[in-house]
């Protein structure tokens, strides 16, 4: 079976960083995405590895170690409009098919 | 500007009801999907199209139907046999048939309720 596992809600204060982790069992892998979604409105995609190690773009950067199955979303000087729903989705092996995990919410507090 | 369109934004369903819901992409994208979102969960695969006249179930066809008879256009249509309707439908599409590292690009999607 496929599994993802993320931290159902957390809460950060703003300027602050924070660490959303994930963890998957599936059934094969060819890559993990991270996904943002804001109350009501569709994910926008933040940030995609497939090698081992950090992915860095601005105040976002995503982490994966294939071999423990897990991957981190690392959020730095948090702003009010970073409080969303974020997604982290693996891609099987020889498909186009996402597995989504359930979402952490987080929240950010002045 | 290209991007994908859903509609309607907001649909009501009537018991014995079917209803279909529009996606139309002009970002010439090979493949398309259909999830669904439940309060509090991630997305769910309903059904997904790697190119034009054929489509594949997903992990939660039941009750549902689709078509993909031109490349920019899938629309999901929600049958009365789906007895649990209620949630946020969101449609997505990639660029290539075969596997991309290409991000999914959603439409904003479409809210279903049931009267």
């Known amino acids: 079976g496929q599994n993802i596992d993320q931290p159902t809600e957390m809460t950060a204060t703003e300027g602050a960083i924070v660490q959303i982790n994930c963890t998957y069992q599936?059934?094969?892998?060819?890559?993990l995405f991270w996904y943002q979604q804001h109350a009501g409105e569709a994910p926008t995609f933040l940030s995609y590895?497939?090698?081992?190690g950090l992915e860095e773009k601005g105040r976002f950067s995503s982490f994966l170690s294939r071999s423990k199955g897990y991957s981190y979303l690392l959020l730095k000087e948090l702003q009010m409009k970073d409080s969303a729903s974020y997604l982290c989705?693996?891609?099987?092996?020889?498909?186009?098919?996402?597995?989504f995990g359930a979402g952490t919410r987080l929240a950010v507090h002045p | 500007d290209g991007g994908i369109t859903q509609s309607p934004k907001y649909l009501f369903r009537k018991e014995g009801q079917n209803v279909t819901l529009s996606c139309e992409q002009n970002?010439?994208?090979?493949?398309m999907y259909w999830y669904r979102q439940d309060p509090g969960q991630g997305l769910r695969l309903i059904y997904y199209?790697?190119?034009?006249?054929?489509?594949q179930k997903g992990d939660i066809a039941e009750g549902y139907s689709v078509s993909r008879e031109k490349k920019e256009s899938f629309p999901l249509t929600v049958t009365s046999a789906q007895k649990n309707p209620t949630a946020f439908y969101l449609c997505?599409?990639?660029?290539?048939?075969?596997?991309?590292?290409?991000?999914?690009?959603f439409g904003d999607g479409t809210r279903l309720s049931i009267l």
């Open positions: 970002l010439n994208h090979d493949a």
């Open positions: 599936t059934s094969g892998f060819n890559g």
């Open positions: 989705a693996v891609r099987l092996s020889g498909y186009n098919k996402l597995i």
């Open positions: 997505a599409s990639i660029p290539g048939g075969t596997v991309s590292n290409q991000p999914q690009h």
């Open positions: 590895n497939v090698l081992d």
């Open positions: 199209s790697q190119i034009v006249n054929d489509f």
